[in-house]
DNA sequence: TTGTAAGCGTTATCAT
DNA sequence: ATGATAACGCTTACAA
């Protein structure tokens, strides 16, 4: 169908492997021949045969996302500044949401070795990872907004993610130093594998700051039995609902995300409630919308920009050989006005 | 590296062809050594390698996603959809942001060739497509949320639309009825292609129901001059002040999007305003925030599943030899209270 | 029903 | 500095 190394060696008078030469820079041609080359290729449009480049190299210039929560707002962000970090490198993305399969990271693998990836960054999720399978996935992987934990080796794989816990912290000590003394924290429910992950270190961290302030760990305030499966807005608001009936009291909330802080928000507001006179309320992640939102919402920013580029970065760095390495932001407290001090 | 086909065919003991037929039903084996093979496979963990097939068969069993506007939240649920289908008929996803490229089709071409791709789906934007263009892509394209208008052959390409114009229509046609007369539109400005696109589309929708009710189209409201580069919603908020500085007199405002509609609802808030008493607001598309906003907002609800559903179906039939075809659906109006007849 | 062998379009090794 | 040529792992005639 397409034109093909062999044709531009034909056109140019030169064999294919000066061809080669010239359009991967890999050997030294004369400038004389090089012009002739280009010449070749550009009045012929040619495009070098990826499939082709890919079965020799065992490299295919693609790199996976692979995500489970995809219809999080702020992951859409992640995913589009790697993309065009990804892209402005040359390589392809290949998107894969992994919310079906039991064990995603056999799905990586699998797709890894099909696709002849080069590289996978694994966005949020609770995936269960261990030695072995990153070693069997046999290429560089970046988790993002998640750690696997203390228990893999951390040389096996790279990490960027937000100091959950201590945002989960300081999110609820300015809350209780606000004078709030019934705090709700609304999140996915902790999970029961031994994995670190962002809705237990939040969580953790909430915790720290009601222990730390002698107040106690309500289970009422954070535990909302089974909620809905559907978007972070309806769980947010489901449990609000429920936070609410048994809390009448309760005078601020913490979020785990502003997908849930606005079903939350949503349902103060429908029971009544006002922002920030009767409630408080904090979400996280910073995604633009709570700053639309009516009214605007106090959230912990993360900066999405940088830990994408980051995520990039290393995983390139990874692909040339480098070293694996475990950066952690910090999410900054976004102030805009949903959160008052309790009056008594 | 990994376990490859001869593998396969060392360990059950049979030639290469015989396993290549097993893995790909492509011709009569016998059920015994059928089981042989798929013994090896099993117990080797052996997966086909891409590369190699693709090369043979030029066809990578990857379908791209181009888009654009890549922010819109609308776009991102139908991407996600798109994927899940994809990944159903054992496809994978590749994301373009073609944001940056002048002439994004020439992108894609490029892609196309560069990765033996097997289909495009194009979301929104304004693409400039060309009879030659379509051609030179040389795989099966489907436009999704746009069209390439009547100059171009509707043979060479499929689309999935929405009935925009009638939509704007529609939607205009109800704050008329409801008795508003100073009605703004807020959109990404009036294209200078002729292209046919979505925001050109509702807009002359919008000016359909204006004149048919004897209604003048007020250049002050909708044309508010350049707007700031952002977001939907930082564009919409910009957009609302400055159509009330221009109409403080105006009551009723109908929004491209959700995103500019949102912000377009902040914006009134923060200008003192009531909704829906002092001022009626549509958005579009049918995202679910517009549900949790405060207050939820009315809007022409896109049948998001569907039109993906249909992009994907439509894509693989064409990849299968089918012909193109040409989908509308009707966009449906959900209304929240954010409008309200107004009281002379 | 099965195996042999010839490519697919590259890259890379080796002579020249 | 350049050009044959042998892989890479697979599919697919064609032979057996």
Redesign the pocket.
């Known amino acids: ?9 034909k056109i140019s ?12 820079r ?9 012009e002739k080359v280009l010449q070749a290729v550009q009045s012929t449009n ?8 890919s ?4 490299s295919s210039r693609n790199i996976a996302i692979l995500t489970k929560t995809i219809t999080n707002p702020f992951f859409h962000k992640l995913i589009r500044i790697i993309e065009h970090e990804v892209d402005l490198r040359g390589y392809s993305v290949i998107l894969q949401d992994a919310s079906g399969a039991a064990d995603e990271i056999d799905s990586a693998i699998e797709l890894a070795q099909d696709r002849n990836l080069c590289g996978v960054i694994i966005i949020g999720g609770k995936f269960s990872y261990s030695k072995e399978s990153l070693v069997q996935l046999g290429i560089p992987c970046v988790l993002l907004t998640v750690s696997a934990g203390d228990t893999v080796d951390k040389a096996l794989y790279s990490s960027v993610i937000i100091n959950d816990e201590e945002a989960g912290f300081q999110a609820t000590k300015q809350l209780i130093e606000m004078g709030h003394r019934k705090i709700g924290f609304v999140y996915h429910g902790q999970s029961d594998t031994a994995q670190e992950n962002p809705n237990d270190l939040r969580f953790y961290g909430y915790c720290r700051a009601l222990r730390e302030s002698g107040l106690p760990v309500d289970p009422t305030l954070h535990d909302f039995g089974n909620l809905i499966a559907g978007s972070g807005y309806a769980v947010g608001y489901e449990a609000m609902q429920k936070l609410y009936a048994a809390n009448p009291d309760v005078t601020a909330v913490f979020c785990f995300s502003d997908e849930l802080a606005i079903g939350v928000a949503k349902a103060a507001l429908s029971l009544g409630l006002k922002i920030p006179d009767d409630i408080s309320i904090i979400g996280f992640d910073g995604t633009e919308i709570m700053e639309y939102f009516n009214p605007s919402l106090d959230t912990l920013y993360q900066p999405a920009d940088q830990m994408a580029l980051t995520a990039v970065e290393t995983l390139f760095h990874m692909m040339q050989g480098g070293e694996s390495s475990h950066t952690v932001f910090n999410a900054v407290l976004l102030k805009r006005g949903s959160c008052k001090p309790r009056l008594r």
């Open positions: 169908m397409g034109v093909t190394i062999r044709d531009i060696a008078g030169v064999g294919i492997s000066t061809v080669s030469r010239v359009l991967n890999s050997g030294p041609v004369s400038s004389e021949t090089r040619y495009i070098p045969n990826n499939s082709a480049r079965l020799k190299t065992a």
